[in-house]
């Protein structure tokens, strides 16, 4: 069964760091892109970041730009997103969402499994 | 970055009924969008890629269409399970973006 399991929320106060994680299991960890996308209460959803397969492309919302790295290990298969100067606007449901590939095509842009999340609250 | 705008922000209709829910790109996407359903509790399920495609797994009434800068997904008749929140999404340039939902709920 595919699973993707986040965890390292909590609260943090403004101008704070946190390191989420996410742990896969059940497929081809290294064959898939991994996203971070985040729900802010009572918001849509917001992808954030993803990397691709080999860690070697990574992609940010212009919002995190400079305050958030997407890293990978795909002999642990986790991916992590370390999150610095954290805002309130940060505070939101972080999910990890696995990249789409059916058959030999992989869309790394799509997600098809994604966690329950982890929740983030950024305050004083 | 791409806007997408969904359209009506809620749907309430019944069992048996067709849905049809709209999603407008602020450009041209091509056919690069995606549909997700997501139910209170749930993570977000993928129903439709590439505007048209169904994913594995995905019944045959829910089906996409559209191309450039409008979009439907049509619910061809409502089960139960169907009332939930629907997000368009589009892979066509970073940011990767998504629409702001639109609620089918049961009349």
């Known amino acids: 069964e595919v699973q993707v399991v986040e965890s390292g929320g909590g609260l943090v106060q403004p101008g704070g760091s946190l390191r989420l994680s996410c742990a896969a299991s059940?497929?081809?960890?290294?064959?898939?892109?991994m996203n971070w996308v985040r729900q802010a209460p009572g918001k849509g959803l917001e992808w954030v970041a993803n990397?691709?397969?080999?860690?070697?492309?990574?992609y940010y919302v212009d919002s995190v730009k400079g305050r958030f790295t997407i890293s990978r290990d795909n002999a642990k298969n986790s991916v992590f997103l370390e999150m610095h100067s954290l805002r309130a606007e940060d505070t939101a449901l972080y999910h990890c969402?696995?990249?789409?590939?059916?058959?030999?095509?992989?869309?790394?842009?799509?997600?098809?499994?994604w966690g329950q999340g982890t929740l983030v609250t950024v305050s004083s | 970055e791409i806007v997408l705008t969904q359209s009506p922000a809620t749907l309430s209709l019944s069992p048996g009924e067709r849905a049809t829910l709209s999603c407008r790109a602020s450009?041209?996407?091509?056919?690069?969008l995606a549909w997700y359903q997501r139910k209170p509790g749930q993570a977000p399920r993928l129903l439709i890629y590439?505007?048209?495609k169904r994913a594995p797994g995905i019944p045959a009434r829910f089906s996409g269409s559209g191309s450039g800068t409008d979009f439907t997904l049509t619910i061809s008749s409502l089960e139960p399970e169907d009332f939930a929140i629907y997000y368009c999404?589009?892979?066509?340039?970073?940011?990767?973006?998504f629409g702001g939902g639109t609620k089918v709920d049961i009349k």
């Open positions: 990397i691709k397969q080999d860690g070697s492309e990574k």
């Open positions: 590439d505007a048209s």
């Open positions: 999404q589009q892979r066509y340039s970073w940011p990767l973006t």
């Open positions: 059940g497929f081809t960890f290294s064959r898939h892109w």
């Open positions: 969402a696995r990249g789409f590939c059916i058959g030999t095509s992989c869309y790394g842009n799509y997600f098809d499994s």
């Open positions: 450009q041209s996407i091509t056919d690069y």
